[in-house]
């Protein structure tokens, strides 16, 4: 079982559409995470949220738009995707904090996007 | 940039014999190492991690070594087994302001056979 929960598991959208995934988390992690991976590829981070603020954009297209509405819950909200932003979506946590100890991320199981 | 390098891209290896894939990373920052096993159409899992205030780490069937001055990190799996077949992917990170920023390698895709 995972700890970081992810929904739809699979979603196919249109490029007019709007859509949103989401993540949640119960573990008391203070940050959050969005990464995109292609088949074959490694992760890339999109965004970073720490203590419910946006601190790493890695420069997305304004398309996709995170939302940390609080600790626990994390959304992307999509619009006017492209064929190529198909992809895996996953988010993770961790244990954040303000220290200086960097702390293992929690992977959810993914959403598979597929943009027709 | 952190740019992390990852080999070899593929690794087979007979049931029971030893398994070993090799990162560099280019940001003498970096502390954290990470390894993430993800099989087919699942998660990324961590499998071990190692900081560079320790030189190596063990863990059952797995150890992961680190060298800061060559600033290469290298996994070592024993006595593989079929469940050990996945793809294998480093990861080196260093403080920010929030967050934990991972620079993946690029991946290793090993195959245990029997």
């Known amino acids: 079982d995972t700890e970081v929960t992810q929904t739809p598991k699979h979603l196919v959208m249109g490029m007019t559409n709007k859509k949103s995934l989401k993540c949640e988390q119960h573990m008391g992690h203070r940050a959050m995470y969005w990464y995109k991976q292609k088949a074959k590829k490694p992760p890339e981070l999109m965004f970073v949220y720490s203590y419910e603020k946006l601190s790493i954009n890695e420069s997305v297209p304004s398309r996709f738009s995170p939302e940390c509405p609080n600790s626990s819950l994390l959304n992307l909200h999509l619009h006017a995707l492209q064929p190529e932003d198909s992809a895996l979506y996953l988010c993770?946590?961790?244990?954040?904090?303000?220290?200086?100890?960097?702390?293992?991320?929690?992977f959810g199981n993914g959403t598979r996007l597929t943009v027709t | 940039g952190e740019n992390v390098e990852q080999h070899p891209s593929t690794l087979s290896v007979q049931e029971g014999d030893s398994a070993v894939i090799k990162c560099t990373y280019s940001d003498s920052a970096s502390n954290y190492f990470p390894w993430y096993k993800q099989e087919l159409g699942k998660r990324p899992q961590l499998i071990i991690d190692?900081?560079?205030?320790?030189g190596e780490k063990k863990d059952q069937r797995i150890a992961v070594t680190l060298n800061k001055t060559a600033k290469h990190f290298s996994l070592h799996i024993t006595e593989t087994q079929p469940e050990d077949s996945a793809v294998y992917f480093c990861?080196?990170?260093?403080?920010?302001?929030?967050?934990?920023?991972?620079?993946f390698g690029t991946g290793t895709q090993l195959k245990v056979e029997l």
């Open positions: 190692i900081r560079s205030n320790v």
């Open positions: 993770a946590s961790s244990q954040g904090g303000r220290g200086p100890i960097n702390s293992p991320l929690h």
């Open positions: 990861a080196a990170s260093k403080l920010t302001g929030g967050g934990n920023k991972l620079t």
